[in-house]
């Protein structure tokens, strides 16, 4: 598939679709860092409690700013292709929980995320222009 030609999408479409999967994997990962460290309470106090904190109120801005992007990309590339590439930030976050955070990575993670990938690679060249049965080639059956 064409990805510069996609809906008409110029090099400006792409570049906010970039920044939107960068401004939301930004948001992810302060929301992380503004979850961490609460004390403990009611419900109530603790959502409070990371409502107020600097990290979780920068976070929200990121998922904000990024869904205008989006919403920008989205003027000339189709969401059956845009959405399928934030799947990107599945990988990063992983990568991220992993270098940030600590957190483990079992057999079951690498496959799902390979799972995604290939996926993604699917919508990408086969979703985005479907092929008429009649133009499909034949299967050298009689």
Do not use: N
């Amino acid at each position: 598939m064409d990805h510069a030609r996609v809906g008409g999408a110029t090099p400006s479409h792409w570049a906010a679709l970039a920044v939107a999967i960068v401004a939301s994997q930004a948001g992810q990962l302060l929301l992380k860092l503004g979850a961490m460290g609460l004390p403990a309470g009611s419900i109530a106090a603790v959502m409070l409690a990371q409502m107020l904190r600097w990290q979780t109120m920068l976070g929200l801005c990121c998922y904000g700013g990024g869904t205008l992007f989006y919403a920008l990309a989205l003027r000339r590339i189709p969401m059956s292709v845009a959405l399928p590439c934030t799947a990107v930030s599945y990988v990063s976050a992983t990568l991220f929980g992993l270098l940030l955070f600590g957190e483990t990575l079992t057999m079951l993670h690498v496959v799902g995320l390979a799972m995604v990938c290939g996926g993604v690679v699917l919508l990408a060249e086969i979703g985005g222009a479907p092929v008429p049965l009649q133009d499909r080639p034949s299967t050298g059956g009689g």
